[in-house]
Nanobody
């Protein structure tokens, strides 16, 4: 049974930092692109960042220079380091890999 479990969310003030982690079990995802999405209240889920199996990364424009995606294939994990957080980063953050979604972790940034 495949499971993606996110952790690391929380409440911070603007300018703060958080590191999200997504642990995958039940399948080896080392050759898959791993992704982070987010969904703010009343808004559609949106792409945040992705990392290919070879390490190529992509980011949505609004997080470039502030967020860094990384992965540890040995641990079957993907991370999202977030710095200089803004109130508009407030959302539930989801890990997405090979058609599987995690349950999400809440990130709240206060001004």
């Amino acid at each position: 049974q495949v499971q993606l479990v996110e952790s690391g969310g929380g409440s911070v003030q603007a300018g703060g930092s958080l590191r999200l982690s997504c642990a995958a079990t039940g399948r080896n995802f080392s050759t898959y692109t791993m992704n982070w999405f987010r969904q703010a209240p009343g808004k559609e889920r949106e792409f945040v960042a992705s990392i290919g199996w070879h390490g190529t990364t992509y980011y949505r424009d609004s997080v470039k220079g502030r967020f860094t995606i990384s992965r540890d294939n040995a641990k079957n994990r993907v991370y999202l380091q977030m710095v200089s957080l803004l109130p508009e980063d407030t959302a539930v953050y989801y890990c997405y890999v090979a058609l599987y979604w995690g349950q999400g972790t809440q990130v709240t940034v206060s001004s």
